[in-house]
């Protein structure tokens, strides 16, 4: 293989792959390896790199192909060669045997060990299997928005390690988001540009999902394909661009392990009944600005973090006829307050932990009209406030009848009692 780029060009492709190459200590070498494939007949370059869990595939064609070839190589050690070349410069890979190449820039030259390509055994090269032809396709940023509202209340360690899973599926042909931490519960649902399998059903950790998201904010759309990986089974997220006359271009394929039997072991009927329960118990609501209620909550962060406490930080909540107020104790008190829009509530006062909190107002979808709706679920023998449940607009509260909100919906517990 012999290729040539500009250092900047070919520098942004490894750190791309790089992404989902190991990190971890003892695996094996492909798995920190980036396979390059340089097609002379079609003029295209392949990355792919796999980790344990994630994979990723994608073509360029910016790159000018000498000689046609593959190569599998150390991703930390181009990335640190190719750093040492300027980046306006001409950079070229060749292949001197099996186990080498040259990489020459400028007046640099280095000679790159190769990882050892066994044709023999395919679990030493990188590869994404094939996939499941029927999908679901929807907009990017539809995927970014369902995914941002509905895993806000994940968890990745505690109690509940697969219930932190995010479970995605087909309603009413719409894609939904929905991710159950424990106590706290939320979920999205966005509109579709065409469902292909209507059963389409996964159960993902949502770490996995927000290192996609970059990569799927370059397209105009994702299609979701269910495919399997020897005894597991995986999700497939297959990046395209459509231009203006709908021609599509494919710009990553992207695997994602799934949690192993996350559909049986997910509760979701029972979880769903849960919520619709708790949602029916809700005695009143609030209304307010919800940029002005991110400042406020921001505010509280960096007081938190001054007294070493960070996100994990309990927050005190007052809440009147006029004003929401948020205060932190600690070396440096803080407190603050916004004007309330509307509300149905007389007063109340709890506790949350910010985190949880802070998360799930941050994904809220407000919209145009920048409010924030929150209902008040109260229990116990004090009656107390043990959670606010998060919806869009009042006619999702006025006309809930035990039933939950469409299109979205959050039930985050107060501190001091658990939902």
């Known amino acids: 293989m012999k290729i040539t780029a500009k250092q900047s060009t070919l520098d942004g492709y490894v750190k791309r792959a790089d992404a989902y190459t190991s990190k971890e200590v003892g695996d094996a070498d492909y798995l920190k390896s980036i396979l390059i494939e340089a097609d002379d007949k079609s003029g295209s370059v392949r990355f792919t790199a796999q980790n344990s869990s994630a994979a990723i595939e994608f073509e360029v064609s910016d790159i000018d192909i000498l000689e046609g070839g593959t190569v599998l190589v150390d991703s930390q ?6 750093a040492v070349i300027e980046s306006g410069q001409k950079v070229e890979i060749e292949t001197l045997t099996e186990k080498y190449a040259t990489l020459k820039g400028g007046r640099a030259e280095v000679r790159l060990p190769l990882t050892v390509i066994n044709e023999a055994s395919n679990t030493l090269i990188p590869r994404i299997e094939k ?7 929807v907009a990017s940023t539809s995927f970014r928005e369902g995914f941002r509202g509905g895993a806000v209340t994940t968890e990745l360690s505690g ?3 697969v219930l932190a899973g995010v479970h995605i599926d087909v309603v009413e042909g719409k894609l939904r988001f929905l991710s159950f931490s424990g106590h706290a519960v939320s979920y999205k649902s966005v509109a579709t540009e065409s469902v292909k399998n209507d059963e389409f059903q996964a159960v993902i950790l949502p770490n996995q999902v927000y290192s996609a998201l970059d990569y799927i904010g370059q397209g105009t759309q994702v299609t979701l394909l269910q495919g399997k990986g020897g005894n597991t089974n995986q999700l497939h997220l297959v990046v395209e661009s459509v231009d203006k006359e709908g021609d599509k271009s494919e710009l990553y394929h992207i695997l994602l392990s799934t949690v192993a039997d996350g559909i049986e072991q997910y509760p979701l009927g029972k979880l769903l009944g849960a919520m619709g329960g708790l949602f029916s118990r809700a005695e009143a609501t609030i209304t307010t600005s919800h940029g002005q209620l991110l400042r406020i909550f921001h505010s509280a962060e960096r007081i938190s973090a001054l007294n070493r406490e960070g996100r994990g930080k309990e927050v005190a909540i ?5 004003d929401f107020t948020v205060a932190v104790d600690g070396d440096t008190a803080f407190e603050d307050s916004i004007e309330l829009q509307q509300t149905t509530l007389d007063k109340g006062d709890f506790t949350i932990r910010w985190g949880l909190y802070g998360d799930a107002f941050e994904a809220y979808p407000s919209g145009e009209d920048g409010t924030f709706h929150a209902a008040v679920v109260r229990g116990g023998p004090e009656s107390r406030i043990v959670a ?3 919806y869009l607009d009042e006619g999702d509260f006025e006309g809930r009848q035990g039933g939950l909100p469409t299109d979205f919906f959050t039930l985050v517990p107060t ?3 658990k939902v």
């Open 77 to 82: 050690r181009l990335k640190t060669v190719l």
């Open 131 to 137: 996939a499941d032809k029927k999908g679901v396709t």
């Open 159 to 161: 109690q509940h390690p």
């Open 318 to 322: 007052k809440i009147d006829r006029e």
């Open 388 to 390: 606010l449940a998060f």
């Open 415 to 417: 501190a001091t009692q």
